[in-house]
Structure formats: structure tokens, C-alpha cells
């Protein structure tokens, strides 16, 4: 079993202001760099199993580790393996592939965990998801965002 989750910041967090900060502007037109880098911080949580994979303490920027699952997705279908890491530390997700299993390490711990490969691919889906839906649900205008339609159509 794999567990893939965000939260928004908790009122008061300076991580709620990447939120905030988004408001402003034209959020259709805003770019993959502001969108990866600047806005919506949350807490982001991936355990296997019962093996914590990356804590739900970590705080990343949602629209940079969509992105980085969305290209997981088409790596990991495609029969390949992938990683991702976050642009906030040096911590990078390993995902090898070991026949029908995927075997999920953190560069900075040394647990490891198998998860099935259609079972990731659907939760990473499942994540993109309700991701993009949060996202326009904060903000519609979203919605009209060629980097956000990136991992929208998943």
C-alpha cells in the first residue's frame, strides 16, 4: 500500500503566504517558474507500507512536485525507472523498478519499500489530481494555466 498526501499550511505558517501570493496577479499567466518556485507551499507525506518514506514535516512547493510526479508517471509506465527531488534539500526519491514491484528509497534514509507498479501509478495519479483540484478550487483562474494543464490531463 502507498500513501501519497499534502496539506496546506496551518494559519499562521509562513508557508501559507505562497499561497496568498498567488492571489495577485494574473494567475493564468503566471510562469512555471513562479508557479514551481514562489507559490503553494504544503506539507507533502509518502509512505509504503509502513515505511516512511518522506515525512509528513517536509514542505514543498505543490506545483514543482506535481510536475516532477507527472514525468514519475510517464517513466515508470514507460518501464523505466525514475526519481524526483525537491528543490527545497538534496533528498531524492529513487523509484527502480524490479519487475511488476517498484522499490521506493529516499537518499537520505535508509528505509526502502516495494509498492506495485500499477498501485504507485495509480496513487501518483490519484495525487495529481486532487492536487490540480485544489489548486483551482483556491484559485480558478488556474485552471487556464498551461504549466497546472501540464499534469491536469493525468
Same mark, same amino acid.
Given at each position: 500500500?502507498?500513501?501519497?498526501?499534502?496539506?496546506?499550511?496551518? !494559519?499562521?505558517?509562513?508557508?501559507?503566504?505562497?499561497?496568498?501570493?498567488?492571489?495577485?496577479?494574473? !494567475?493564468?499567466?503566471?510562469?512555471?517558474?513562479?508557479?514551481?518556485?514562489?507559490?503553494?507551499?504544503?506539507?507533502?507525506?509518502? %509512505?509504503?507500507?509502513?515505511?516512511?518514506?518522506?515525512?509528513?514535516?517536509?514542505?514543498?512547493?505543490l506545483v514543482d512536485l506535481?510536475?516532477?510526479?507527472?514525468?514519475?508517471?510517464?517513466?515508470?509506465?514507460?518501464?523505466?525507472?525514475? %526519481?524526483?527531488?525537491?528543490?527545497?534539500?538534496?533528498?531524492?526519491?529513487?523509484?527502480?523498478?524490479?519487475?511488476?514491484?517498484?522499490?521506493?528509497?529516499?537518499?537520505?534514509?535508509?528505509?526502502?519499500?516495494?509498492?506495485?507498479?500499477?498501485e504507485l501509478v495509480g496513487?501518483?495519479?490519484?495525487?495529481?489530481?486532487?492536487?490540480?483540484?485544489?489548486?483551482?478550487?483556491?484559485?480558478?483562474?488556474?485552471? %487556464?494555466? !498551461?504549466?497546472?494543464?501540464?499534469?491536469?490531463?493525468?
Open positions: 500500500m502507498i500513501h501519497l498526501s499534502f496539506s496546506l499550511p496551518e !494559519p499562521g505558517s509562513p508557508w501559507l503566504k505562497t499561497w496568498d501570493s498567488a492571489k495577485q496577479g494574473d !494567475p493564468a499567466a503566471m510562469t512555471e517558474m513562479d508557479l514551481r518556485y514562489k507559490h503553494f507551499g504544503v506539507n507533502f507525506e509518502l %509512505a509504503v507500507g509502513d515505511v516512511e518514506i518522506v515525512s509528513k514535516k517536509r514542505f514543498v512547493t506535481a510536475l516532477s510526479l507527472s514525468g514519475v508517471v510517464n517513466r515508470i509506465s514507460s518501464g523505466d525507472d525514475a %526519481a524526483f527531488g525537491f528543490t527545497e534539500s538534496e533528498e531524492v526519491i529513487h523509484l527502480r523498478r524490479d519487475g511488476d514491484l517498484v522499490v521506493v528509497s529516499s537518499s537520505m534514509r535508509p528505509a526502502q519499500a516495494s509498492v506495485g507498479r500499477q496513487e501518483i495519479v490519484r495525487f495529481l489530481r486532487v492536487a490540480h483540484s485544489r489548486l483551482v478550487a483556491e484559485i480558478p483562474e488556474l485552471s %487556464a494555466n !498551461p504549466v497546472i494543464r501540464r499534469f491536469s490531463s493525468k
